[in-house]
C-alpha cells in the first residue's frame, strides 16, 4: 500500500445542445409565445390545460382541440427565490410561480418579477411580460408581472395556425463539475508525471491493471500494489483511422493500436508514429514518445527490436 | 382491489452503506463503492459468484460521465459474466427490478447496490436537467424550488406552517445521531431562506454515498439471516410530469402504490420515508395516514444523509435493518423520484413474529 498522493482535481464542462422535434400541440404553443398568444388545449372533459400536451394526463386521450387563453391570470402558489441561479428567468431575486391563465385550468410554471416576498401571495392577479426578442420558446415569457385586471374565463377557439411555425427547439444546456480521479487513477497520473506507467496488480489474481481504476472487475477487490510497467510495450491489435476527428491535429490515416506494456496484465490504447501506416502488425515492439510537457505518451514509436512472438501476448489480445 | 400475493417469499437480508460525506474527492466510483459491497457480501457470507442476479442504480448527470456505471461495476466483480441490470434512477427501483426477478424464479439471491456522488457538479442544476424539456428545462428550476412551490402550497391550505417544518428537521436529525452513517446528525439552526418557505434546516444535506442490499428468496433467506425482512409487497406509481396539473399537497400515486403493496391491511410500526424537504414529509404522512404511533424515519432519514439515488434505497434498507434487528415487526419503507414526489415506491416488510 502506498501513501495517497495529493487528490487531482480539474474543471470539467458538459455541454449538449440537444435538438428536439415538436408535436402538433407543442408546435402551436411555441410559435403562439412569439406571436404573443397564449394557446392551451382542451380535453374531452372541456378543461383547458395550459401549458398544453398532447397527451391527457388522466386519460392519455390525444389531444388537439387548442384555444387560446388570456395573458392575465392567477398565482396558484409561490416561492420566493432570494439568490437567482444562472439560467433561471430573472437575475434579481423573484418569485417562481404557478399561474392559472385566464381561461385555463390548470397552472404554468415560471418565474414573477416583484420587489420582495411581501408583494407577493396565493391568487395574485398578474399578467405575462414578453421578451423583446422571441423565438418560440418557453423563454419568450420573460417573466411574469402584478397585474391587477378582472378574470376573462371564456377561452375562445384558435386553429393554432401560424406563419413560418416553429418545429423545433435547440435544447441547450450546461453544466460545471470539478472532476476528480480517485486515488487509483491519481497516483497513476503522477507517475506519468514523472514518465513512468504504474499500474496495479489484484491480491487475488495477480493481474496487473494498466491504466488501473482500484479494482479487479474479476474479483471484485481493490488493487493497492503498484507496479511500475514498459515502458516498451507490443502492439496487440490495431485500426487504421481515415477520418480526421474536430479539433485533432493528426494527419490521417494514422494508426490507432492496443498496446500491452511489459509487465501489464492487459493492454491500454496508443497512436503509433514514426512508421508508415501500413507497416504497423501484430507483435511490433514500440516504447512511448512524451508529449513536450511531458505528462503523458504522446504516441508510441518502433524501439527496432525483433517482434514479440504470439504466443507472448495472445493472453492479451 | 386486493393486492396480489406473490408465490415465492422474497426477503431482504443483509443492509450495507457508507457513511455519508459532503465530499469524497479522494475516491472514485468504484472505490467508493466496494468497501460496501463487501460490507454487505460478508454479513451473508456470499461471494460475487454465489449471487444470481445484480441490479444497481445510479446517474450519469451526477458524475458527468456517460456509462458512469460501467465503471463501478469492476466492484462486484463481472468477470467471468454475470448476470446483470442498471436502471438509471435511485437503487430503490433497482431493488424493485431484482424483487420481480426473484418472484420470476429466474434467480434465489440477488445483490442491489445505488451511489450517488454529488460533490463533483452542482445537484440543484444537475436535478433540473430530468426536467421536461420543452417547458421547464429552460427555465432552469431547480430542486429547492420546486420543493419550495409544494411547501407554499401545503401552508396554504394549513396542513403545516414554519415552526412545524422545523420541528420535522430537529426531530430527524436528533433521530440521526444514533446512526453513525449520517452526514448531519444532531441540531443545527434552521438557516435562512434558501427558497421561501424552505430554509436550510428545510433542506437535505448534499453529499456522496452508497447503499447496498441483499436479497434471498424462502429458507435460502432463513440461512442467510437470522431474521429475514420479508418483502409483503411492493408497487411504485407515478404521476403527470406538470406540476400545474398535479395537487401539490396530495400523493395520490404514494397512497395507491400503497394500497396495492398492501400498506393499508394492517397496521406499521416503523415507516421509512424518502422525503429530502421536511415539506414532503407532511405530504406523506397524509398519504399514507400516518398517525403518531408509527416511528418515521429513526434513521433520521434524508434529511440527514441524501446521497442521490441511493437515498431511496437506504429507507428499504433501514426499515429492513429494523427488522432484521428485531425493533419493527412490520414497516412500510418508500422511496422518491422526481419533483415534487412524481414517482413512489412503497415496499411493506415485515419480520416473522416467533423469531425475535
Ligand atoms: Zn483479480
Given at each position: 500500500?502506498t501513501?495517497?498522493?495529493?487528490?487531482?482535481?480539474?474543471?470539467?464542462?458538459?455541454?449538449?445542445p440537444?435538438?428536439?422535434?415538436?408535436?402538433?400541440?407543442q408546435?402551436?404553443?411555441?410559435?403562439?409565445?412569439?406571436?404573443?398568444?397564449?394557446?392551451?388545449?382542451?380535453?374531452?372533459?372541456?378543461?383547458?390545460?395550459?401549458?398544453?400536451?398532447?397527451?391527457?394526463?388522466?386519460?392519455?386521450?390525444?389531444?388537439?382541440?387548442?384555444?387560446?387563453?388570456?395573458?392575465?391570470?392567477?398565482v396558484?402558489?409561490?416561492?420566493?427565490?432570494?439568490?437567482p441561479?444562472?439560467?433561471?428567468?430573472?437575475?434579481?431575486?423573484?418569485?417562481?410561480?404557478?399561474?392559472?391563465?385566464?381561461?385555463?385550468?390548470?397552472?404554468?410554471l415560471?418565474?414573477?418579477?416583484?420587489?420582495?416576498?411581501?408583494?407577493?401571495?396565493?391568487?395574485?392577479?398578474?399578467?405575462?411580460?414578453?421578451?423583446?426578442?422571441?423565438?418560440?420558446?418557453?423563454?419568450?415569457?420573460?417573466?411574469?408581472?402584478?397585474?391587477?385586471?378582472?378574470?376573462?374565463?371564456?377561452?375562445?377557439?384558435?386553429?393554432?395556425?401560424?406563419?413560418?411555425?416553429?418545429?423545433?427547439?435547440?435544447?441547450?444546456a450546461?453544466?460545471d463539475?470539478?472532476?476528480?480521479?480517485?486515488?487509483?487513477?491519481?497516483?497513476?497520473?503522477?507517475?506519468?508525471?514523472?514518465?513512468?506507467?504504474?499500474?496495479?496488480?489484484?491480491?487475488?489474481?495477480?493481474?496487473?491493471?494498466?491504466?488501473?481504476?482500484?479494482?479487479?472487475?474479476?474479483?471484485?477487490?481493490a488493487t493497492?500494489?503498484?507496479?511500475?510497467?514498459?515502458?516498451?510495450?507490443?502492439?496487440?491489435?490495431?485500426?487504421?483511422?481515415?477520418?480526421?476527428a474536430?479539433?485533432?491535429d493528426?494527419?490521417?490515416?494514422?494508426?490507432?493500436?492496443?498496446?500491452?506494456?511489459?509487465?501489464?496484465g492487459?493492454?491500454?490504447?496508443?497512436?503509433?508514429?514514426?512508421?508508415?501506416?501500413?507497416?504497423?502488425r501484430?507483435?511490433?515492439?514500440?516504447?512511448?514518445?512524451?508529449?513536450?510537457?511531458g505528462?503523458?505518451?504522446?504516441?508510441?514509436?518502433?524501439?527496432g527490436e525483433?517482434?514479440?512472438?504470439?504466443?507472448?501476448?495472445?493472453e492479451?489480445l | 382491489?386486493?393486492?396480489?400475493?406473490?408465490?415465492?417469499?422474497?426477503?431482504?437480508?443483509?443492509?450495507?452503506?457508507s457513511?455519508?460525506?459532503?465530499?469524497?474527492?479522494?475516491?472514485?466510483?468504484?472505490?467508493?463503492?466496494?468497501p460496501?459491497?463487501?460490507?454487505?457480501?460478508?454479513?451473508?457470507?456470499?461471494?460475487?459468484?454465489?449471487?444470481?442476479?445484480?441490479?444497481?442504480?445510479s446517474?450519469?448527470?451526477?458524475?458527468g460521465?456517460a456509462?458512469?456505471?460501467?465503471m463501478?461495476?469492476?466492484?462486484?466483480g463481472?468477470?467471468?459474466?454475470?448476470?446483470?441490470?442498471?436502471?438509471?434512477?435511485?437503487?430503490?427501483?433497482?431493488?424493485?427490478?431484482?424483487?420481480?426477478?426473484?418472484?420470476?424464479?429466474?434467480?434465489?439471491?440477488?445483490?442491489?447496490?445505488?451511489?450517488g456522488?454529488?460533490?463533483?457538479?452542482?445537484?440543484?442544476?444537475?436535478?433540473?436537467?430530468?426536467?421536461?424539456?420543452?417547458?421547464?428545462?429552460?427555465l432552469?428550476?431547480?430542486?429547492?424550488?420546486?420543493?419550495?412551490?409544494?411547501?407554499?402550497?401545503l401552508?396554504?391550505?394549513?396542513?403545516t406552517?414554519e415552526?412545524?417544518?422545523?420541528?420535522?428537521?430537529?426531530?430527524?436529525?436528533?433521530?440521526?445521531t444514533a446512526n453513525?452513517?449520517?452526514?448531519?446528525?444532531?441540531?443545527?439552526?434552521?438557516?435562512?431562506?434558501?427558497?421561501?418557505?424552505?430554509?436550510?434546516?428545510d433542506?437535505?444535506?448534499?453529499?456522496?454515498?452508497?447503499?447496498?442490499?441483499?436479497?434471498?428468496?424462502?429458507?435460502?433467506?432463513?440461512?442467510?439471516?437470522?431474521r429475514?425482512?420479508?418483502?409483503?409487497?411492493?408497487?411504485?406509481?407515478?404521476?403527470?410530469h406538470?406540476?400545474?396539473?398535479?395537487?401539490?399537497?396530495?400523493?395520490?400515486?404514494?397512497?395507491?402504490?400503497?394500497?396495492?403493496?398492501?400498506?393499508?391491511?394492517?397496521p406499521?410500526?416503523?415507516?421509512?420515508?424518502?422525503?429530502?424537504?421536511?415539506?414532503q414529509?407532511?405530504?406523506?404522512?397524509?398519504?399514507?395516514?400516518?398517525?403518531?404511533?408509527?416511528?418515521?424515519?429513526?434513521?433520521?432519514g434524508a434529511?440527514?444523509?441524501?446521497?442521490?439515488?441511493?437515498?431511496g434505497?437506504?429507507r428499504?434498507?433501514?426499515?429492513?435493518?429494523?427488522?432484521?434487528?428485531?425493533?419493527?415487526?412490520?414497516?412500510?419503507?418508500?422511496?422518491?423520484s422526481?419533483?415534487?414526489?412524481?414517482?413512489?415506491?412503497?415496499?411493506?416488510?415485515?419480520?416473522?413474529?416467533?423469531?425475535?
Open positions: 500500500m501513501a495517497p498522493s495529493e487528490t487531482l482535481r480539474a474543471p470539467l464542462v458538459v455541454e449538449f440537444f435538438t428536439r422535434s415538436l408535436g402538433p400541440v408546435s402551436a404553443f411555441l410559435t403562439g409565445l412569439r406571436e404573443r398568444t397564449v394557446l392551451g388545449v382542451r380535453t374531452e372533459t372541456g378543461e383547458v390545460l395550459v401549458p398544453p400536451v398532447e397527451y391527457d394526463p388522466a386519460t392519455a386521450a390525444e389531444l388537439r382541440d387548442l384555444v387560446e387563453v388570456g395573458a392575465t391570470g392567477t396558484t402558489t409561490w416561492a420566493w427565490n432570494p439568490a441561479r444562472t439560467g433561471q428567468p430573472l437575475a434579481t431575486p423573484f418569485a417562481w410561480v404557478l399561474v392559472r391563465l385566464d381561461g385555463a385550468d390548470t397552472a404554468l415560471h418565474a414573477l418579477d416583484a420587489p420582495g416576498p411581501e408583494a407577493v401571495r396565493t391568487g395574485l392577479r398578474v399578467r405575462i411580460r414578453w421578451a423583446a426578442e422571441r423565438s418560440g420558446a418557453i423563454t419568450d415569457i420573460a417573466c411574469f408581472e402584478p397585474y391587477d385586471s378582472d378574470p376573462v374565463n371564456e377561452p375562445a377557439a384558435h386553429d393554432g395556425r401560424f406563419t413560418d411555425p416553429v418545429t423545433g427547439i435547440v435544447a441547450a450546461r453544466l463539475y470539478t472532476y476528480s480521479p480517485g486515488r487509483a487513477q491519481t497516483r497513476y497520473l503522477h507517475a506519468l508525471g514523472e514518465r513512468r506507467t504504474v499500474g496495479e496488480r489484484c491480491p487475488s489474481c495477480a493481474k496487473v491493471y494498466v491504466p488501473p481504476r482500484g479494482a479487479c472487475p474479476t474479483c471484485g477487490v493497492t500494489d503498484q507496479v511500475e510497467v514498459g515502458p516498451r510495450g507490443t502492439v496487440t491489435t490495431y485500426c487504421i483511422v481515415n477520418i480526421k474536430k479539433n485533432l493528426i494527419e490521417v490515416p494514422y494508426v490507432y493500436a492496443h498496446i500491452a506494456l511489459d509487465g501489464a492487459l493492454a491500454l490504447h496508443g497512436r503509433i508514429g514514426g512508421i508508415p501506416y501500413d507497416q504497423v501484430m507483435g511490433l515492439r514500440v516504447e512511448p514518445v512524451w508529449s513536450d510537457d505528462r503523458y505518451p504522446d504516441h508510441y514509436r518502433p524501439t525483433p517482434d514479440a512472438d504470439y504466443d507472448t501476448y495472445k492479451l | 382491489m386486493t393486492p396480489h400475493r406473490p408465490d415465492r417469499e422474497v426477503a431482504i437480508v443483509a443492509f450495507a452503506q457513511d455519508h460525506r459532503r465530499r469524497t474527492d479522494d475516491l472514485s466510483e468504484v472505490e467508493m463503492v466496494m460496501v459491497l463487501h460490507d454487505v457480501l460478508r454479513q451473508t457470507g456470499l461471494r460475487t459468484s454465489d449471487i444470481d442476479f445484480t441490479c444497481s442504480g446517474s450519469d448527470y451526477l458524475a460521465r456509462f458512469s456505471f460501467t463501478a461495476l469492476d466492484g462486484v463481472a468477470w467471468p459474466p454475470i448476470s446483470e441490470s442498471h436502471v438509471e434512477t435511485d437503487g430503490a427501483w433497482a431493488l424493485y427490478e431484482a424483487w420481480v426477478k426473484l418472484l420470476t424464479g429466474e434467480a434465489d439471491t440477488a445483490l442491489v447496490y445505488s451511489y456522488k454529488s460533490s463533483p457538479g452542482s445537484v440543484r442544476d444537475v436535478l433540473t436537467r430530468q426536467l421536461d424539456p420543452y417547458y421547464l428545462a429552460p432552469w428550476p431547480d430542486s429547492v424550488a420546486l420543493a419550495a412551490l409544494q411547501a407554499q402550497a401552508v396554504d391550505v394549513g396542513a406552517d415552526p412545524a417544518l422545523a420541528a420535522i428537521a430537529t426531530r430527524s436529525r436528533a433521530d440521526a453513525a452513517h449520517a452526514q448531519l446528525p444532531g441540531a443545527r439552526p434552521q438557516g435562512e431562506y434558501v427558497v421561501r418557505p424552505l430554509r436550510t434546516g433542506c437535505p444535506p448534499i453529499g456522496d454515498g452508497v447503499a447496498a442490499v441483499i436479497l434471498a428468496v424462502g429458507d435460502r433467506a432463513r440461512e442467510l439471516c437470522a429475514p425482512a420479508w418483502i409483503r409487497g411492493m408497487d411504485h406509481r407515478i404521476e403527470a406538470s406540476l400545474g396539473v398535479r395537487d401539490l399537497t396530495d400523493s395520490p400515486s404514494t397512497r395507491l402504490a400503497a394500497e396495492r403493496a398492501g400498506a393499508f391491511e394492517a406499521v410500526d416503523t415507516a421509512e420515508l424518502h422525503a429530502p424537504f421536511t415539506s414529509e407532511v405530504v406523506l404522512r397524509r398519504a399514507l395516514d400516518l398517525d403518531e404511533s408509527v416511528r418515521v424515519n429513526p434513521s433520521g434529511l440527514a444523509a441524501n446521497p442521490v439515488m441511493a437515498a434505497l437506504i428499504l434498507g433501514e426499515a429492513a435493518a429494523r427488522i432484521h434487528r428485531g425493533d419493527s415487526d412490520r414497516a412500510l419503507a418508500h422511496a422518491t422526481g419533483p415534487c414526489l412524481q414517482q413512489n415506491l412503497v415496499a411493506v416488510l415485515e419480520g416473522e413474529p416467533h423469531v425475535r
